[in-house]
């Protein structure tokens, strides 16, 4: 797979950005990019309707619900500008809007008598709230942090997909003991080949490997979730520190 890093390269907007998508005259491409939309955004938005609008936790999760299922309707994210803002700031925006709104879409929400249409995990998005102790700080900074969390999120989902396909269980599982679990556990070089039955000379080369292809799975992600050029630049370095 191909970094798309290099500098002056220019940015897609015909195909797999969200942003454009949502403005697609295609259907299946609006669709498509209204799902990767939810799968990116529905747990930053499930938490900040907990934390900034004191909603309860089935408030909440029906006002996530309506959101997203409004936008397939309604069009929601086709006026954005990505000289105006950064889509993710956006999508809050129009989260704060929504709820302002709220009385007329509560009449919604009562017509679909609670039914859920979109399989998202609830629970655990609430789970998360109460293990990070955070309903008191702020809402708009915790927003940003879920969003990073689930860019990369979706990027680890990626990486793990592409080594199952390539045969390359064990980079994933070297990954995953060096990145994916407790700090404080992490194994030397020595203690993860025994573990996995190879040198270290191949841990350090499968690391190296799966360590290049998450960074590329983390920059197609946000090319996916980005209006232009400079915005990508930008998230870039807010979700992985680097330049492009």
């Not at 993860?192 to 799975?217: C, K, Q």
Request: neutral net charge; charged residues 30%; proline residues 3%.
């Amino acid at each position: 797979m191909a970094e798309h890093n290099r500098k002056g390269e220019n940015f897609p907007t015909t195909q797999h950005s969200i942003p454009f998508g949502l403005k697609s005259a295609d259907s299946a491409e609006k669709t498509r990019s209204l799902e990767r939309l939810t799968k990116a955004y529905w747990k930053p938005v499930y938490k900040y309707l907990r934390r900034k609008w004191r909603k309860t936790p089935a408030e909440a999760e029906e006002l996530t619900q309506s959101f997203f299922l409004r936008a397939i309707d309604k069009s929601t994210f086709a006026s954005y500008d990505p000289e105006q803002a950064r889509f993710r700031t956006f999508v809050r925006v129009c989260v704060d809007r929504f709820v302002v709104d709220q009385k007329r879409h509560e009449s919604a929400i009562k017509r679909g008598h609670g039914v859920r249409f979109l399989q998202l995990d609830f629970p655990g998005a609430e789970g998360e709230i109460s293990s990070d102790h955070a309903m008191l700080s702020d809402p708009e900074k915790l927003f940003e942090v879920d969003w990073v969390r689930s860019v990369l999120g979706i990027a680890v989902e990626s990486l793990r997909a592409a080594c199952a396909n390539k045969g390359k269980d064990v980079h994933f599982r070297v990954f995953e003991l060096f990145h994916l679990g407790d700090a404080s556990e992490k194994p030397s070089y020595a203690e993860a080949g025994a573990m996995l039955g190879i040198s270290v000379t191949d841990v350090t080369n499968r690391l190296s490997y799966v360590r290049r292809e998450f960074r590329v799975m983390v920059l197609d992600t946000l090319r996916e979730l980005t209006g232009s050029e400079e915005e990508l630049r930008s998230e870039a370095r807010a979700v992985l520190g680097v330049e492009l």
